[in-house]
């Protein structure tokens, strides 16, 4: 019996000719959009931290400091999670394991093609939108720490300083 096109060498057909990939393409699917409402809520929660810092909220900071660290597990096993389904339907392909995702995605039917590609190139912009996040609200922390240890000094030498303001906090970073 011939292979189906987009099925690695030595697979079981089905009747139809293919074998059914269905179960294992929806999980696959039902995965990822897992993992990019995950990157969602992570950047959700460092929008509010950039308020809490720029704010001066620091309890609210240290809390939302704790729920990314939580939210960023979470992340990572959704992520696992996802690298078992594609590692199985790799598998079932008859594909080597260190094939990638644009390529294994050329494998399967075409009417699931176009999903593919949308989530994961939803995903990798989520991601690169996460660390721009993190870049960003670690430069208003080290700016907020420089304006806290201008203050301390000018409270321990007696000088009457500038009081910071929020804004100050946007110098040099936007």
Known sequence: MPAAAGI????????????????????????????????????????????????????????????????????TQLSQARDRVRETLVTQLGLPQEVTFREMTGQLPEEYRPLLEALRDEINALIQKKDMWARHNKLFITRAQGLLEGVMQDATTGQKGAQASPGALYEGVI
């Open 8 to 75: 690695g060498p030595g697979r079981k057909m089905n009747n139809k000719g293919d074998i059914n990939l269905r179960p294992l393409i929806e999980s696959l699917v039902g995965s990822l959009r897992e993992q990019m409402t995950g990157y969602g809520e992570l950047l959700a929660l460092q929008q509010e931290q950039q308020e809490f810092i720029i704010n001066r909220q620091v309890p609210e900071l240290l809390e939302n400091a704790r729920e990314c660290s939580g939210q960023d597990r979470k992340i």
